[in-house]
């Protein structure tokens, strides 16, 4: 339950209102269409042609780039016509072009494809996302924003491996038909959703957002940390020696399910004595779970290092994002789903990168080593931010 009979039905506004209920269809939907394509298009591209991976990451490329262009972009566009507008436009880009992935295997036509899906997803998650801020309230938002995450996750851990499992039995297109039915299937959630409410003062737009340091530093901070997630899931499979195998399934999972508890638990705590303090230790634990994972020979230190990345990666989630919707008004909350979310993406992208680079030449226990020291030197924002309470006007 939800709200316990310690706490009193009248002590606590109601966290689930039937709004909420209408905006996790949507959730859902847009969550569902994104994971249940996001590996099985790189299989598309390279089943029809492409070469030693180059198509599969062309595709993969135009998505992320065209998800953190649209992000930036998603917060003039809520301004200018509101929420629902902007949430059925990612609902219909997101869902409509999958059904013409079976129309061609051109690298060129599918990395299209992608670029009109990526502006979807982008719409869905910074709109979605201040829209469902505006449906929590105010005391419960670290809590709220937590189940928020939890009804994001659970499709996404479904359908990822689903995708691939339906593409081996079934074939492409049908796969592609339902990823394109569950983002548009959602489409009819969105007019019982409240639009922007008239507020003061005209909408924080993302020049003034990056240039606010009271969202930046939470957003460098949660970018540390997401740097690492990219590395993980994808260079943990060829760190760890192939006889391990096993244990590269057992950390991934235990990474998951660490973090989610710890956002629910980092959001309740949160709501009672801030979320600024939770930045330093959440931080913390994410670094050091990173170095222990630099132990890549012993299963131990593996599974024990990912899993408390797991838990330091959900407070800074709930933490960060907590925070900075506390620090504007509702003409901000826009920019904050968008600054956040970009660095989220950003932050996992360039790991990634970053990472591959520098283990061809240090090997992955140092490159592991190293990236912990790097996201440490997002101490010096979470310390500056360990005791700002109150919102930013």
């Given at each position: 339950?939800?709200?316990?009979?310690a706490?009193?039905?009248?002590?606590?506004?109601?966290?689930?209102?039937r709004?909420l209920?209408?905006?996790f269809?949507?959730?859902?939907?847009?969550?569902?269409?994104?994971?249940?394509?996001?590996?099985?298009?790189?299989?598309?591209?390279?089943?029809?042609?492409?070469?030693?991976?180059h198509?599969?990451?062309l595709?993969?490329?135009?998505?992320?780039?065209?998800?953190v262009?649209?992000?930036l972009?998603?917060?003039?566009?809520?301004a200018?016509?509101?929420?629902?507008?902007a949430?059925?436009?990612?609902?219909?880009?997101?869902?409509?072009?999958?059904?013409?992935?079976?129309?061609?295997?051109?690298?060129?036509?599918?990395?299209?494809?992608?670029?009109l899906?990526?502006?979807?997803?982008?719409?869905?998650?910074?709109?979605g996302?201040?829209?469902?801020?505006?449906?929590?309230?105010?005391?419960?938002?670290?809590?709220?924003?937590?189940?928020?995450?939890i009804?994001t996750?659970v499709?996404?851990?479904?359908?990822?491996?689903?995708?691939?499992?339906?593409?081996a039995?079934?074939?492409?297109?049908?796969?592609?038909?339902?990823g394109?039915?569950?983002?548009?299937?959602?489409v009819?959630?969105?007019?019982?959703?409240?639009?922007?409410?008239?507020?003061?003062?005209?909408?924080?737009?993302?020049?003034?957002?990056?240039r606010?340091g009271a969202?930046?530093?939470?957003?460098?901070v949660?970018?540390?940390?997401?740097?690492?997630?990219?590395?993980?899931?994808?260079?943990?499979?060829?760190?760890?020696?192939?006889a391990?195998a096993?244990?590269?399934a057992?950390?991934?999972?235990?990474?998951?399910?660490a973090?989610?508890?710890?956002?629910?638990a980092?959001g309740?705590?949160?709501?009672?004595?801030?979320?600024?303090?939770l930045?330093?230790?959440?931080?913390?634990?994410?670094?050091?779970?990173?170095?222990?994972?630099?132990?890549?020979r012993?299963?131990?230190?593996v599974v024990?290092?990912?899993?408390?990345?797991?838990?330091?990666?959900?407070?800074?989630?709930?933490?960060?994002l907590?925070?900075?919707?506390?620090r504007v008004?509702?003409?901000?909350?826009?920019?904050?789903s968008?600054?956040w979310?970009?660095?989220?993406d950003?932050?996992?992208?360039?790991g990634?990168?970053?990472?591959?680079?520098?283990?061809?030449?240090?090997?992955y226990?140092s490159?592991?080593?190293?990236?912990?020291?790097?996201?440490?030197?997002?101490?010096?924002?979470?310390?500056?931010?360990?005791?700002?309470?109150?919102?930013?006007?």
């Amino acid at each position: 339950m939800l709200n316990s009979p310690a706490e009193g039905a009248g002590s606590r506004p109601p966290l689930v209102t039937r709004p909420l209920l209408l905006r996790f269809v949507s959730i859902i939907g847009a969550s569902t269409s994104f994971y249940l394509l996001l590996s099985v298009v790189p299989l598309y591209a390279e089943a029809s042609g492409g070469h030693h991976g180059h198509a599969a990451g062309l595709t993969t490329g135009a998505l992320m780039l065209a998800t953190v262009g649209g992000e930036l972009a998603t917060p003039r566009l809520v301004a200018r016509f509101g929420y629902r507008f902007a949430l059925v436009a990612g609902l219909v880009l997101l869902g409509a072009p999958a059904f013409a992935l079976s129309a061609s295997g051109s690298p060129l036509w599918i990395a299209a494809v992608c670029v009109l899906r990526g502006l979807g997803f982008a719409f869905t998650i910074v709109a979605g996302g201040a829209l469902s801020a505006s449906l929590i309230p105010a005391e419960r938002r670290g809590e709220g924003l937590a189940l928020v995450g939890i009804v994001t996750g659970v499709p996404s851990l479904v359908a990822l491996p689903l995708g691939v499992w339906l593409t081996a039995h079934v074939g492409y297109g049908p796969v592609f038909a339902a990823g394109a039915v569950a983002a548009l299937a959602a489409v009819v959630s969105v007019p019982g959703l409240p639009d922007r409410d008239p507020a003061p003062g005209p909408a924080m737009g993302m020049t003034a957002g990056f240039r606010t340091g009271a969202l930046l530093r939470p957003a460098l901070v949660f970018a540390a940390t997401a740097l690492a997630a990219g590395i993980l899931v994808t260079f943990l499979p060829l760190a760890v020696p192939s006889a391990s195998a096993g244990v590269v399934a057992v950390a991934l999972f235990a990474q998951s399910a660490a973090a989610t508890g710890a956002r629910w638990a980092a959001g309740r705590h949160g709501d009672r004595h801030g979320p600024a303090a939770l930045l330093l230790p959440g931080l913390a634990l994410a670094a050091g779970g990173t170095l222990l994972t630099s132990l890549t020979r012993s299963p131990v230190a593996v599974v024990l290092g990912v899993t408390l990345f797991g838990v330091g990666f959900g407070v800074t989630q709930n933490a960060t994002l907590t925070l900075m919707y506390a620090r504007v008004s509702a003409t901000g909350y826009g920019t904050v789903s968008a600054l956040w979310n970009v660095a989220f993406d950003a932050g996992m992208g360039v790991g990634a990168v970053g990472f591959g680079l520098l283990a061809a030449r240090t090997g992955y226990p140092s490159a592991f080593a190293l990236t912990a020291a790097l996201m440490l030197t997002a101490l010096a924002p979470a310390w500056r931010d360990r005791r700002a309470v109150g919102p930013l006007r």
